[in-house]
């Protein structure tokens, strides 16, 4: 397939005067040799997607990367450090998840409405930009652009780009950290990716010392962080404070004695004596759904209230999801609402 594609790019690049989309590999650090799509200019690629409006890696802000296009994008493991490696490897993850929240969440682009945010690429922390930006790790190895990562930072941009926003509350913030984990995990099971395989932990590839991931959503405590929603979250760091979020969405998913290789997750005291999940995508569109809810000043409290009636919007109150719903709140210590809908 490659082959061919270079071919048909040769030809292409022979007659192509205005700009045109084409799929090139690209030779990732984290993702191994994967095809991306990025624009032919005479004889040039330019590192801005062709098919998904706004998206693109820039080396020095605003211009997306401009190069030779038989040049090979990235160079694997040769291009560890090198930051066209990363453009690659980022491009790739960008685009599995601007495809996974259409395929999966319904979703027009990452901001909802066809659009996405232009990426740059950063050996050392750069001055503000209208631009995602993901900076070489210091206490890793290599550039955050897995595809949980990549995942994580566009899923900021979906937090703040459904209703009420970002917000400036800490508990908000908060969530908004668990949200992004939550986007970082579904584009890593959308990519099914040999090189980078899915699973429930975020910032794996790191090399951080230990070889532990950044951060676990079946069990927060292994980071240190609260499981459980208590009195501590509202002043909680952010990344602490998503603990109880990213932890009911995977007993959401996939409850709290998955198999199947899958981590068991632990339930808070006074919680069920077990939770069966709905499964990884039905989970992902009710969160999505509780986004299209949010206030400026969302609490975990107004997040489940959000949740169960998401789910009761999009499957009914008969089915499995409801109660799975107030289940998984319940196993990390968030109590009903009032108003809650009955499954
Ligand atoms: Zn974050």
Redesign the pocket.
Known sequence: MNIAIHAAAAVMTAMSLTPAPVRVPAYGYHNGTVMIDVTLSRAYHILADPLRPGISCALHYPDPVKMPSDVPIGSGLWGRYSNLTACGDLLYGVQRMWDMLRDWLGRDGIDGAGGGVPARVEWNPPAPAPVVDFVFHPGGQNFPTELDLVG??Y??VVYRTTPGGAGDDNETRGI??GA??IFGTLTEWYANNAADPPDYVIGERLELPGGLPLRHTFDPGLDGHPACYGAQIPGAE??AASGPLRHWFYLLAEGDQPGGGKPPSPICAGGPASVSGIGLVKAGRVFMESLQRKTSTWRYADVRAASVAAAVDLYGPADPACVTVKAAWDAVSVPPEPAEPAC
């Open positions: 994580h930072e899923g900021h908004g950290e992004a984990d952010a990344h």
